[in-house]
């Protein structure tokens, strides 16, 4: 297996996880989420059939789905606190983090399993946890990453051993706080743990998920990029960097470059938004099998 079962070493770690084994937790899969989440009452199911669902096992006909989240469209950076940088505020911290995973447990909770990682030499087995209320962020990170299911889970039983421990997201989009009126999110990149708590914005879900899988991949000398890599021509692949909103998935996608390319020159996008570049062992690992839209 690729990442290690280990008992938490720290408290952060223990009171998240202790969220996945409470009596109104269980687990759920890619086919009950997409029934759930197309009852969500701020959902609607589009026209547009859904590319291959079949994959993931949902009907043939299922449809893209799309919601209106409310006030928040971006990443809220003030909301991050990050565990080594606490400092005398961890008690703080920690109390507000015990109080958040009781009131969640009070409610119907799903757990979904996952991979972050596609190829053998850097595979992450990844949970998340939310509320029953919370299905459409819970079916998109999974479509973001790879499910637990096959054919992925045969090749992540094959893939490299990293002496790492499981990837934990608990997000609970229902908190609030009355000091915290834009969320709070808590990461523990030691213990490849996060909460993300009043927040209903995917985007910190998938950045949250992506945070502790680049950290885990820096530990194991690799280099976390935030890009994409595309191949022009018979040259070799390039990669763009950018910081988001930057236009790097704009200049990744982009098939003739504003017309300064010669016809000849055919683009071919190989991954865009998140991947690793193993110094070791000279390959790029892409961390999301989709391309960012």
């Known amino acids: ?35 759930l989440a197309i009852k969500q009452p701020e959902v609607i199911v589009t026209s547009e059939p859904m590319y291959k669902p079949q994959i993931y096992g949902l009907p043939k006909n299922a449809k893209v789905l799309v919601s209106q989240d409310g006030r928040v469209v971006g990443r809220t950076a003030k909301a991050r606190r ?3 940088e606490m400092g005398k505020e961890k008690d703080k911290y920690q109390g507000i983090l015990r109080e958040a995973v009781y009131h969640f447990n009070r409610r119907e909770g799903l757990w979904l399993e996952g ?18 209320t919370d299905a459409k962020n819970m079916l998109d990170w999974g479509f973001n990453f790879t499910p637990w299911m096959e054919p992925w889970i045969s090749t992540y039983k094959k893939s490299r051993i990293i002496d790492e421990p499981d990837i934990l997201v608990f997000a609970d989009p229902e908190w609030s706080h009355p000091d915290f009126p834009d969320g709070l999110v808590i990461i523990d990149e030691t213990e490849n743990c996060i909460a993300i708590l009043g927040m209903r914005y995917f985007g910190e879900r998938k950045k949250g998920t992506l945070t502790l899988a680049w950290t885990a991949g820096v530990r194991h000398n690799m280099v976390a990029c935030h890009g994409g890599i595309k191949k022009i021509g018979d040259n070799p692949p390039v990669a763009v960097f950018g910081l988001s909103g930057s236009g790097k998935s704009s200049i990744t996608n982009s098939l003739d470059h504003e017309g300064t390319l010669k016809k000849s020159e055919k683009v071919t996008v190989i991954h865009d938004d998140a991947f690793l570049i193993d110094l070791d062992n000279n390959i790029s690992v892409a961390l999301e099998p989709s391309l960012f839209d």
Do not use: Q
């Not at 079962?5 to 996945?20: D, N, S």
């Open 1 to 35: 297996m690729a990442t290690v079962h280990k008992l938490p070493v720290g408290p952060w770690r223990a009171i998240i996880e202790t969220a996945f084994y409470a009596t109104s937790v269980r687990k759920t899969n890619m086919a009950e989420l997409y029934k």
């Open 82 to 84: 990050l565990v080594r």
């Open 115 to 132: 991979i972050v990682g596609l190829h053998p030499d850097f595979m992450l087995k990844a949970h998340l946890l939310s509320p029953v």
